[in-house]
């Protein structure tokens, strides 16, 4: 009885969360039974303080773009947690918020998380991709301008995307925050390759999803944003990635920041972020 409680405030909890943000659309994709793959975890999805766990559901909530400033592009929000979570507001609904008020629309996806198989978030971001593109002409953007940003283990998801979907459902372009980049002991983010491959991975199976290695010519057009201090995914993620997409022609732009700290999206107590707010706009909207 108790665990049917804890479920039932959970069902409750997760659509009152997300309305809370004023998003236009909620969208559920599928979840562990419907999916190509399942991630195994069978415990109730959980949230605290926004940040959700044991996701076996995939939602897109969709944020539409303001009318009047509308660029016709669109971005799906994959937030970070290191693939132990999802970060759902600062990482996700606050991001759509602002992006829908510059006039770009913007999905916030949550995300199953891979419990060890790596193909469950690449399946969901993929099938996401292909829902936005699917529904661009009722709501008002071009199916082509569909981009992908995420921060963290968000970003490692964005370029695991942009490297590993098939082609043709790549995202148009990428936007990372302190990317989780590669997995070279010493310099990666060790609990993100522990949850999405499991903790007895092989170091050739860490290499394989070690994203500065899985660069060519096909990966989208990306940017960077990061801080030189950030303690818990060292910049060197950052800087190697932006040099594979330049090594095969990539566009790409880089941009490292002074201060500040691992997960600054949206946050207001770091000096720069009216900077990248502005970079990173003049960025989406050169497309």
Known sequence: MKHLFTLLLTLVALPLMAQEYGQDRTIKIWDNATAPHTNNITQPEAIKNHVISNTTETVLYLFEADKA?????????????GYSCVCIEWEGFKVAQWLASQGI?????????????AIVPLEDTIEALRTMRKIAPEVGYDATKVGMMGGSAGGHLTGYTSNFAPIAERPAFAIMFYPV????????????????????????????????????KNTP??????????????????????????????????????????????????????LWQQAMIEWIRSF
């Open 69 to 81: 400033k509308a660029t016709g592009q669109a971005i799906l929000v994959c937030p970070g947690g």
């Open 181 to 216: 980049i590669t997995s070279e002991e010493g310099y990666c983010h060790k609990g993100s390759f522990d949850y999405l491959l499991g903790k007895d991975a092989t170091e050739r199976e860490r290499a394989y999803y070690s994203l500065e290695t899985r660069v060519t």
């Open 221 to 274: 057009p990306t940017l960077i944003l990061t801080s030189d201090n950030d303690t818990l995914v060292p910049t060197i993620s950052s800087t190697r990635y932006y040099n594979a997409l330049r090594k095969h022609g990539v566009k790409a732009s880089l941009h490292i920041y002074p201060g500040g700290y691992h997960g600054f999206c949206m946050h207001d107590d770091v000096a720069f972020k009216p």
């Open 105 to 117: 629309t913007a999905g916030v996806l949550k995300y199953r998380l891979p419990n060890g198989n």
